[in-house]
């Protein structure tokens, strides 16, 4: 995974400050933005864990702070609802005249709202997915009802949300009792993913059942049952973005030639704060790698040895049936179970030393179909000389160097 830091203005020419993450071979076959909850910000763990989980997945996604959040200029009490759209519409932009322009909108609560009204403006847009995300961007103001009166009356008010103080003014309530979610929603002619848990309390499911009631074919919905609104479960904020990657496959075009930017047929790629949970290109196919969590891993993909184990078993079993198709044999199926394992040799003198114990991979076949016993030995004989077998009985050189940057 590639991060990169971005700044682009939006339409008053204030710089907003950005995340732009590419996937391990630095060329995404389409490009995201992420729209963030309301006074939240780009480094929310749910947005962070979301935009890996789309980039294993080979989009690009850029996370960003609205006007007045995060790193971005402008003050929070200045801006609106209205201005959070044209954040995104500047932010596509930005992606358009420097990368490509964003094919996938994601917008987690407030900011689900905004990527629908954004849509509506950024042609390129194919498919929008929402979390959380109220039917009505005047849902939020029960998040400052303790201010509401004081804002009617002198025009702004410093309410508390989630432990901090932004003042909100009227035009900001304003605003908000202006726009209509399910008026645009319905005439939306672009794909849309609705996601929201039953058990979210601070925008309620039924705000979910009235943005799907309100859009076009081809809609969809997905539970996230157990989440909380902020989707503070790391693993329910990755389920969260490998739903919407698999998802958006279906509505985004993505080339049918993805060759890996290497001279290698695979990379792998792991950030710092990443623990073992490593990204990878295998070929033109994203996979995850990662430890147990008893080794202090995430499990969030097979092991290293796991995947050794794997490319063993997938090659026994292509090896075989390519065999017994060539000779006519009934053989309907083959399965290859492999573990590895550090044991002592089968022929080991001092069985006591730690030294004895060399790299084993443990391999039983299971044979489906009418063959005879000579058959069968014949077919063990055949799985022993499939090539990575062989290579791992050969001796073998890595040779490593160092790519300039």
């Not at 994601?106 to 629908?116: C, E, N, P, R």
């Not at 009166?149 to 702004?156: D, F, H, L, N, R």
């Not at 995947?307 to 399965?335: D, F, H």
């Amino acid at each position: 995974m590639n991060l990169q830091k971005v700044t682009f203005q939006n339409k008053e020419g204030q710089s907003l400050v950005g995340r732009l993450e590419l996937p391990i071979d630095q060329r995404p076959h389409n490009y995201a933005i992420f729209a963030h909850c309301f006074t939240c910000n780009k480094n929310l763990s749910a947005v962070k864990n979301i935009g890996k989980a789309l980039t294993a997945r080979g989009f690009g996604v850029l996370r960003f702070d609205f006007t007045g959040l995060g790193e971005s200029d402008g003050d929070f009490e200045d801006t609106n609802f209205s201005g959070n759209v044209a954040d995104l519409i500047a932010a596509a932009d930005y992606l358009n005249e420097n990368y490509k322009a964003p094919s996938l909108l994601i917008g987690h609560s407030l900011g689900g709202a905004a990527v629908i009204f954004a849509a509506t403006e950024i042609t390129s847009v194919k498919a929008i997915a929402t979390i959380g995300a109220p039917s009505n961007p005047n849902h939020v103001q029960h998040l400052f009802k303790s201010g509401l009166e004081e804002i009617e009356a002198s025009g702004k008010a410093i309410v508390n949300l989630s432990g901090r103080d932004f003042t909100i003014k009227k035009q900001f309530i304003d605003d908000l009792e202006s726009k209509s979610l399910p008026d645009t929603a319905k005439n939306l002619r672009k794909a849309i993913l609705v996601m929201h848990s039953p058990q979210d309390d601070t925008v309620g499911i039924k705000n979910a059942e009235e943005i799907y009631i309100a859009a076009r074919h081809p809609k969809s919905f997905v539970s996230l049952d157990g989440a909380d609104h902020l989707l503070m479960n790391k693993r329910d904020s990755i389920y969260a973005g490998e739903v919407i990657a698999g998802w958006a496959r279906r509505y985004v075009e993505i080339p049918e030639d993805i060759n890996l930017k290497s001279k290698h047929q695979v990379v792998a790629s792991l950030d710092s704060e990443d623990s073992f949970t490593t990204a990878m290109k295998v070929g033109n196919h994203y996979l995850t790698a990662d430890e147990p969590v008893s080794f202090g891993g995430n499990d969030f993909g097979p092991s290293p040895y796991e995947l050794v184990s794997a490319g063993l078993s997938a090659c026994t079993a292509m090896t075989v049936q390519m065999y017994v198709k060539r000779k006519g044999w009934p053989l309907k199926n083959i399965e290859v179970h492999t573990s590895y394992s550090k044991t002592h040799a089968q022929d080991c003198e001092d069985c006591e030393s730690d030294i004895a114990k060399i790299d084993t991979f443990r391999r039983e076949i299971r044979l489906t179909g009418n063959l005879d016993e000579k058959q069968i030995a014949r077919v063990l004989q055949i799985a022993d000389k499939c090539p990575v077998h062989k290579t791992l009985h050969n001796e073998v050189q890595i040779l490593t160097t160092l790519i300039d940057s």
